[in-house]
């Protein structure tokens, strides 16, 4: 076997491997760069898997054939959402290098670390394994690393959000367990491949339908679906920098394409939303959180708040793309995960900026930053206009998508909608420049004397503006993926 065909394992076991090496080695510089070099390598093989993977990639685990053994099953999709998750987990461990020194006590980095590349190992373990049970020990895996992530946090709070997220967080992943062994009970597999299968002879039973209900909400919880979004917000905004911006960028992504694969690997969009019906009750709820997010975000007096309540805004644009139940509605979403990881990392990046130079995130702490800090101020509007999705920028090209597939759907109020959302957006955005720009009645804090990286931040927007101007690589990967889960349905 080449070396191609062992990499989906490799990418789950490189940071599993390494995270217990982190706590014995101890060393501040070591463990950095080995932490560095490990998450760099594996989104190198994320890149190489999205390049040669053609037709899906099947991993026997111990060679047993499945569905008696454990299978890694890598598709386009699996493959772009790895690469996402692991681009994103790259660039954002630069942030981690400085903020990790100011918010983990004195002798602890090694855990900071460790606990990263769990959070990873964990999201990249759902996106590659073909087995259901394994979905949830990698989800649990994750959650738990970034419960510990999160409580890393400056502030008090931070331990507050944590226990909320895990209070939610534990039972999301109840509900999802107990989807998984209703499904096992009425089966006798849980490989997906074979499930889906067994699934169109027992789907109509009453057990299936709790156990689909129980999946549907258990991963909506772990999304931050509305209205089951209240975690996000403090989790976000209490964490320390590196961890929002890799949150932001990833977790929701990975549970995201596990909603896909219930949807249209397990059941099929023809059972979705033909006999359950799923459409009518999603699409206002996520019209509801485009609306609402992005409501909630004009009236936050944080940066790090106003960016949360955006992300559950953006989680509405999500799941309006496969409530369409079409082709062109999941190509869009595609589209949209990737717009929304580098435009909204790219933000919370140049929020970790501002909080190291200023000390806070306080939206009133802004006043003359235009003068005092140009370059930032320029970055962080940059990104604000992705967020709105103004042309040349990666949230254009996916609203655009998300309006031809309502369209296409005949959802014409639908399409209007997202228009119309995206016009708040414009609030929130304009509140951060006028700030920034226009007050000028008082200067913010006393810059700290510390020296700013614009790398993390400066590669996100760019990826963002690069997906903008040159969408057709973009388009090319969510419409082979979109194909791929839409054709393989029952």
């Known amino acids: 076997m080449s070396l191609l065909d062992h990499l989906p394992v490799l990418l789950v076991i490189g940071p599993l491997l390494c995270a217990p090496l982190l706590v014995l080695i101890r060393i501040p510089s070591v463990v950095r760069w080995l932490a560095q070099a490990v998450v760099t390598a594996t989104a190198a093989g994320a890149f190489w898997l999205v390049q040669t993977v053609n037709e899906p990639i099947s991993y026997r685990m111990g060679g047993w054939t499945p569905p008696v053994g454990i299978e890694y099953r890598v598709d386009k999709v699996a493959a772009l959402v790895a690469l996402v998750v692991t681009s994103v987990a790259a660039i954002a461990l630069l942030i981690g290098h400085k903020a990790a020194r100011d918010t983990v006590i004195k002798g602890r980095l090694h855990l900071f670390y460790a606990a990263y590349l769990l959070c990873l190992t964990g999201l990249l373990g759902m996106t590659m394994t073909g087995d259901a049970f394994n979905v949830f020990v990698f989800l649990e895996i994750s959650s738990l690393s970034t419960y510990a992530l999160v409580a890393m946090g400056r502030r008090r709070n931070a331990f507050v959000a944590a226990f909320n997220y895990l209070v939610l967080g534990t039972i999301g992943g109840t509900f999802v367990l107990i989807g998984i062994g209703l499904m096992f009970q009425m089966t006798g597999t849980l490989n997906m491949a074979d499930l889906a299968e067994r699934l169109v002879e027992a789907r109509d039973t009453r057990t299936i339908h709790v156990a689909l209900a129980f999946m549907l909400i258990g991963l909506s919880v772990k999304l931050a679906v509305f209205p089951l979004h209240q975690w996000l917000p403090n989790a976000y905004a209490e964490s320390p920098s590196a961890v929002s911006t890799f949150l932001a960028g990833s977790a929701t992504k990975v549970v995201y394409f596990q909603l896909m694969r219930v949807i249209f690997t397990l059941f099929g969009a023809s059972y979705i939303f033909g006999e359950a019906r799923l459409g009518t009750l999603l699409v ?111 949230g254009f090209v996916s609203k655009l998508a998300l309006v031809d597939a309502a369209l296409g759907a005949e959802h014409v109020f639908v399409a209007g909608a997202i228009l119309m959302s995206s016009l708040i957006a414009v609030v929130y955005v304009w509140r951060v420049v006028e700030v920034m720009y226009f007050k000028t009645e008082s200067e913010g804090p006393r810059l700290r004397e510390r020296p700013a990286s614009f790398v993390p931040a400066g590669i996100f927007l760019a990826l963002m503006l690069g997906m903008g101007l040159y969408s057709e690589p973009a388009f090319e990967l969510a419409r082979a993926g979109a194909s791929q889960l839409f054709g393989g349905m029952p």
């Open 284 to 394: 206002p709820l996520s019209l509801l959180a485009m609306f609402l997010g992005s409501a909630a975000a004009v009236y936050q007096s944080s940066l790090k708040r106003l960016l949360a309540y955006s992300s559950i805004a953006q989680v509405g644009y999500l799941t309006l793309a496969l409530a369409l139940g079409t082709e062109e509605g999941l190509r869009a979403g595609l589209l949209h995960l990737m717009a929304h990881a580098v435009t909204k990392a790219g933000m919370f990046a140049v929020v970790a900026i501002i909080v190291d130079r200023l000390g806070t995130d306080h939206i009133a702490a802004l006043q003359g930053l235009s003068r005092r800090m140009p370059i930032t101020a320029g970055l962080l509007v940059l990104g604000g206009i992705g967020l709105i999705g103004v042309p040349g920028t990666a």
